[in-house]
Nanobody
Framework: QVQLVESGGGLVQPGGSLRLSCAASGGAFGTYSMAWFRQAPGKEREFVAANRWSGIVYYATYPDSVKGRFTISRDNAKSTLHLQMNSLKPEDTAVYYC???????????????????WGQGTQVTVSS
């Protein structure tokens, strides 16, 4: 059974940075596609970033709302996924979730229902 544990959330001022981490266990981390989602109060879970495994290389994908500000990366030796968030805005405030799937490159990566494994979430608050 795959287990995911997020860390690194907190309170940050607008324009600041945070780095989230997701420690994975129980699965073949190197061959899983991984992603970050977020959910603000009263809103649906929103896709933030994906790191997909093609069988040869990893591909990072972002929605326009975070492109150029957020960077997803992975450390396979430590079975850890990261999300570096820069130039944070108040609208980035949400609970951030790590998700994983054994699916390869060709799947609906922005759809949260395509990920069978989830962490418990970590709160990110952007406020002055």
């Amino acid at each position: 059974q795959v287990q995911l544990v997020e860390s690194g959330g907190g309170l940050v001022q607008p324009g600041g940075s945070l780095r989230l981490s997701c420690a994975a266990s129980g699965g073949a981390f190197g061959t899983y596609s991984m992603a970050w989602f977020r959910q603000a109060p009263g809103k649906e879970r929103e896709f933030v970033a994906a790191n997909r495994w093609s069988g040869i290389v990893y591909y990072a994908t972002y929605p326009d709302s975070v492109k150029g500000r957020f960077t997803i990366s992975r450390d396979n030796a430590k079975s850890t996924l990261h999300l570096q968030m820069n130039s944070l805005k108040p609208e980035d405030t949400a609970v951030y979730y790590c998700a994983s799937t054994p699916s390869g490159y060709y799947f609906d990566y922005a759809n949260p229902t395509k990920y069978p494994y989830w962490g418990q979430g970590t709160q990110v608050t952007v406020s002055s």
